[in-house]
């Protein structure tokens, strides 16, 4: 009987993987006429153009700021309500790492791409605002320790750089690089102390850069609670961002997260809801306290007086009675909903401070011009499609690879395939049609 030849399996090593990295990368630019990226590539090429005429005419050719009114909806927008929305990856990396709370842990790594795509996009929308954005380096030589800003720009440098660092477990394990994992597993508990700590710093900071404004702001939203108010509502917002991220995760590539019960799903994103109300309820008592204290309640009948019961209590009281409410019938659907009321809500407080009752006794109010917004569109755009490429093309969500120690195969961690990486067959040839499915997203 003749002896059966075998071939020996073909060693996979991180060269590899980036060659058949870069058969996935073509694949995700390769052209669809779909909806979605018919709209971003319109709104992507106007925001292109923007761009230009922003560095080539400057800012006066394509905003509406003045010396009465230098920051507009680039800040007010752009980078508070930014910050503010990318709080999910300091909340869920604590709630893991630092009190233990596994059964989120598959929330977490899509938080924190999250939140690192969010302070990339604000720091952009910064470049754009500034006069000199070539001098956007000075905090880092010329030291002014008794400045709000330098310490702003501080924390959002070193926490978009822990942002980073904590991002790096994905591109590890796409291409096999288990030293680098294990030592930024190892590094992960001190990058999740100094990341919370970098975010409670520069969260508060952004509201107590508006305590030097009191004859600017509005009596109503001025208090000296300002930045416990804007670090208690970026929690709020964290915790909102990460119940529709993980919604809309779960629907556009839910090929990717096949292996997860949606029952299971349910009950997670109901108890991030529960949460989510109490940090409302302490947040609305906040307001409620500061406005005692400051004394304007008969300013509340007035057209500002209006917005600002919308912003407290339909944005604010009412997606807390919805959170619980959810959490005591056990309603994912109306988790969901107060999610984006919560969300709507700290995007109006944002701008509400920054923009709309900013000076608010002027006679010129500020307007923002139309480039403002379609830059503005035109960033949100391209972190929805930064997102998608990412989530295409590393093991953010669904299965993740386990990198054995003795000869560095990617085994699944529950014997299914590493979602949205290149994989072959046994004799190494054709990749598997998951790569296909998993960049043919509904997006």
């Known amino acids: 009987m003749a002896n059966s030849i075998t071939h020996p399996r073909p060693r996979h090593t991180w060269l590899t993987d980036v060659a058949r990295f870069g058969l996935l990368v073509r694949d995700a630019i390769r052209p669809r006429a779909t909806p979605f990226n018919l709209a971003a590539t319109v709104v992507l090429s106007l925001g292109l153009v923007v761009t230009w005429i922003r560095f080539t005419r ?87 320790p ?31 690089l288990r030293r680098t994992l294990a030592l ?22 952004l509201g107590g850069l508006f305590l030097l404004a009191p004859a600017k702001l509005h009596p109503l939203w001025y208090s000296q609670l300002i930045p416990l108010l804007f670090f208690i509502s970026a929690v709020i917002a964290g915790l909102s961002m990460v119940i529709l991220e993980s919604t809309l995760s779960h629907r556009l590539f839910h090929s990717q997260v096949a292996d997860q019960r949606p029952a299971d799903v349910d009950r997670l994103v109901i108890g991030l809801g529960k949460a989510a109300s109490v940090v409302l309820l302490v947040y609305c008592c906040v307001k409620t306290i500061a406005v005692m204290k400051a004394g304007t309640w008969n300013l509340l009948p ?14 604010g009281l009412l997606p807390c009675a919805l959170y619980a409410h959810a959490a005591r019938v056990g309603s994912a659907t109306l988790t969901r909903c107060a999610s984006v009321l919560a969300i709507l809500g700290v995007v109006l407080n944002r701008l509400n401070i920054s923009v709309i009752a900013f000076r608010w006794n002027e006679p010129v109010r500020y307007v923002p011009h139309w480039m403002e917004v379609v830059l503005s569109v035109a960033l949100i755009t391209l972190g929805l499609v930064a997102f998608r490429w990412i989530v295409n093309t590393l093991p953010v969500l669904g299965a993740r690879p386990t990198l054995t120690p003795d000869h560095g195969e990617a085994v699944s961690s529950k014997a ?25 997203s509904p997006l």
């Open 58 to 144: 400057g800012l006066g050719a394509t905003t509406n700021l003045s010396d009465n009114y230098p920051w507009g909806l680039w800040i007010g927008f752009d980078m508070l309500c930014g910050v503010a929305l990318a709080a999910g990856g300091f909340v869920l990396a604590a709630a893991v790492e630092l009190f233990h709370l596994e059964r989120y842990r598959g929330f977490v790594r899509p938080a924190i791409l999250t939140a690192f795509l969010g302070y990339v996009l604000a720091v952009l929308g910064l470049l754009m605002d500034l006069g000199r954005p070539w001098a956007i380096w000075h905090p880092m030589v010329f030291w002014q």
């Open 146 to 176: 008794h400045s709000v800003m330098f310490e702003v720009a501080w924390c959002v440098m070193l926490y978009s750089t822990v942002l980073f660092l904590e991002c790096l477990p994905s591109v590890c394990e796409r291409f096999r």
């Open 184 to 205: 930024v597993r190892r590094a992960m508990l001190a990058l999740t102390v100094v990341g919370v700590v970098l975010s409670t710093m520069h969260q508060s900071s």
């Open 302 to 315: 007035t057209p500002y007086g209006v917005l600002f019961l919308v912003e407290v209590l339909g944005l």
């Open 416 to 440: 299914a395939p590493s979602r949205g990486a290149v994989s072959g067959n046994d004799d190494g040839h054709a990749p598997s049609k998951e790569v296909s499915t998993c960049l043919r």
